[in-house]
């Protein structure tokens, strides 16, 4: 029995939303994500297709390539393609001499390095946060977007690395 000096655990509840807000469900199921940008946007990739990121890493050029192969690079031995993100999406190159990083990615049969402007972070975002995409998302981009969600107040795109490999392979981007 209650005899006043009890705190029930919806008292308890109530009174953390008030202080901190909405509580989060720990048993949600979570979707980890790499964080990146290119120009001013930020995109992800769910973080299974990504196998490493790598900084600063010489970039060998190949003749006679498509202007998104940027050329190979040496991975402990293995040589891996880089594609050049910016260009495959629609964004102007970026100035000489700028800072970037690499994703090493894997779909669709696969394996590609994939130049980014920044990677800003790897973080765990509950199943319920990730939103269908909006209509208002640009042409080039819809077949390969698979949700959005918030970060740092910024909307983040996902995209969909498989789509995006299968559709490079069959000379769509």
Request: glycine content about 8%.
């Amino acid at each position: 029995m209650n005899d006043g000096s009890e705190v029930t655990l919806n008292q308890v509840l109530a009174s953390k939303r008030g202080a901190a807000g909405e509580i989060v469900n720990v048993d949600e199921a979570q979707v980890k994500v790499v964080v990146f940008t290119l120009d001013i946007y930020w995109y992800a990739f769910r973080a299974r297709s990504i196998r490493e990121v790598l900084s600063e890493v010489p970039v060998f050029r190949l003749p006679q390539c498509p202007p998104s192969l940027e050329g190979v690079i040496n991975v402990r031995g293995d040589i891996e393609s880089v594609i050049g993100l910016r260009n495959v999406l629609g964004y102007p190159d970026l100035p000489d001499g700028a800072r970037s990083r690499v994703l090493l990615g894997q779909g669709a049969g696969m394996r590609s390095g994939l130049r980014v402007d920044r990677v800003e972070e790897v973080l765990d975002v509950p199943q319920s946060a990730l939103l269908p995409p909006p209509h208002t998302i640009p042409e080039r981009l819809r077949d390969i977007v698979q949700s959005v969600f918030h970060f740092r107040d910024r909307p983040v795109t996902v995209l969909d690395l498989d789509r995006l490999f299968e559709d490079y392979r069959a000379g769509l981007r």
